[in-house]
């Protein structure tokens, strides 16, 4: 496993992060004692971040999470959680100062820690601005000076929004996703703005939630119908050529030596396996520069997320 250092942070991270997610069943259901085994795999094989959230199956993805780390030692892993989302519906977010405060501490119980390293504004899309910027990070920087976080970020999927709040108020990381992957490359338009800010940067959904997979996207996907057109015919291209997309997709996120890290998710521990051996595995230019003309058409194309004045 090769390792990059993540911002100011001086800590330095393994280029593929686990995503629990997967932990919460957000692709399918899940047996635990597979989804336990996955993480003890990952670490096992030099993953040493691991990002969740309580929205993630409703808190089961900490819950099994933090059966997973029960006798781990603490210094083996970078543990990422967030706090504002709890539900799928606008009412279900919350980013009040008293909520955040009281989510960290559900958290920590649920985790089975008595710190994460880094603590995370989800969704922020989902929230007015004014009270993320005003609210919602002054109380997690409260939490910090308590020791129960290392670092303060901030999520979301609207890449412009970053730079909204970044000019208000600092923050240590931010998680994108979905905007470094072989359709969507706006990410790395931030990077120099990320860079000069010294923020962590970490990449989740190399993969576009399943967009660049043989499997193709779960139901719920929002992409458009064009883009997931795009995407299917770019994963027949490879597997006729004798590949397949993941693996591409894997490949091309990781190779960004500005990227400091890359998150996927799985809760089934050959999967994770074989991602762990495909960025290990060099890149197929030829293959790739096919699968880039074919996804021209609709590179960069995204869909709406959050509230109407977050996307505008």
Sequence with gaps: MKYRKLGRTGLDVSILGFGGSSLGGAFREIDESEGIRTVHIALDHGINL????????????????????????RDRYLLA???????????DFNFSAERVTRSVEESLKRLGVDHVDFIQV?????????????????????????GKARYIGITGLPVKLYRQVMDRVDVDQIQSYCHYCLNDTSLADQLPYFQEKGVAILNSAPLAMRLLSDEGPPDWHPAPPDLKAKCAEAAKYCRDRGSNIGKLALQFAVAHP?????????????????????????????LLAGVLKILLPVHNVTWASGRPENNR
Aim: negative net charge.
């Design 50 to 73: 691991i990002d969740t959230a309580p929205f993630y199956g409703l808190t089961k993805a900490e819950t099994v999470l933090g059966k997973a780390l029960k006798g781990i030692q």
């Design 81 to 91: 959680t967030k706090v504002g989302r709890y539900g799928y519906k606008l009412p």
């Design 122 to 146: 989800h969704d922020m899309e989902f929230g007015d601005l004014d009270v993320i910027v005003n609210e919602t990070i002054p109380a997690l920087r409260k939490i910090q000076s308590a």
């Design 258 to 286: 500005g990227i400091p890290t890359n998150i996927v998710g799985t809760a089934n521990p050959s999967r994770i396996l074989q991602n762990i051996r495909e960025i290990e595995e060099p890149l197929d230019v030829e």
